[in-house]
T-cell receptor
Framework: GAGVSQSPSNKVTEKGKDVELRCDPI?????LYWYRQSLGQGLEFLIY????????KSGLPSDRFSAERTGGSVSTLTIQRTQQEDSAVYLC???????????????FGPGTRLTVT | AQKVTQAQTEISVVEKEDVTLDCVYE???????LFWYKQPPSGELVFLIR??????QNEISGRYSWNFQKSTSSFNFTITASQVVDSAVYFC????????????FGTGTRLQVTL
């Protein structure tokens, strides 16, 4: 079946502009995660959605970052007033989640490469 | 808080050599999972293996093998008879089963296999 998809694959934006990154998880997966991969910082957790529960936003680096998940499926990560340090690859992952999930395996999308000029 | 350390930043080997990638983790929790992911030049993270904290049996899958030792908090990954296609960045990661939220990743080891 289809894996996790993300769009766009690449995004170049000017400093100060807002950007939206989209993630389509694997059908039937209730858990969705956003990570950021940047030089010098490795892979860092941003936010986690599980079903209808309140999201775990503990990894969001500032209030310029927000994310939502509509209808328990597609998620959008929004970065407002982008800064050059926001340049990174943003990875989305999904997992089965909930009480059915005994593997905790997360399936990753191809990522969105964001460049802020 | 949990932590994963991959001390080897970059390793270069010649094809057919064996190579071991080290992973050391820290957590106060007793139930967790450990993972290895491969990130080839294309960028997508590929799942390789998952190990439960209660299962210390070593595992072999083809040319890949994993050695999990709770006594030293290590989960090392060995590639036997390396091939050029093994060239990638390899990440070790940990997730707590109680929270089942974020993966905590190591900083990755870049493996370069040359002819």
């Amino acid at each position: 079946g289809a894996g996790v998809s993300q769009s766009p694959s690449n995004k170049v934006t000017e400093k100060g502009k807002d950007v939206e990154l989209r993630c389509d998880p694997i059908s039937g997966h209730t858990a969705l995660y956003w990570y950021r991969q940047s030089l010098g910082q490795g892979l860092e957790f941003l936010i986690y959605f599980q079903g209808n529960s309140a999201p775990d936003k503990s990894g969001l680096p500032s209030d310029r970052f927000s994310a939502e998940r509509t209808g328990g499926s597609v998620s959008t990560l929004t970065i407002q007033r982008t800064q050059q340090e926001d340049s990174a690859v943003y990875l989305c992952a999904s997992s089965l989640g909930g009480l059915r999930d005994f593997s905790y395996e997360q399936y990753f999308g191809p990522g969105t490469r964001l460049t802020v000029t | 808080a949990q932590k994963v350390t991959q001390a080897q930043t970059e390793i270069s080997v010649v094809e057919k050599e064996d190579v071991t990638l080290d992973c050391v983790y820290e957590t106060r929790d007793t139930t967790y999972y450990l993972f290895w992911y491969k990130q080839p030049p294309s960028g997508e993270l590929v799942f390789l293996i998952r190990r439960n904290s209660f299962d210390e049996q070593n595992e072999i899958s083809g040319r890949y093998s994993w050695n999990f030792q709770k006594s030293t908090s290590s989960f090392n990954f060995t590639i036997t008879a390396s091939q050029v296609v093994d060239s990638a960045v390899y990440f070790c990661a940990l997730i707590l089963t109680g929270t089942a939220s974020k993966l905590t990743f190591g900083t990755g080891t870049r493996l370069q296999v040359t002819l």
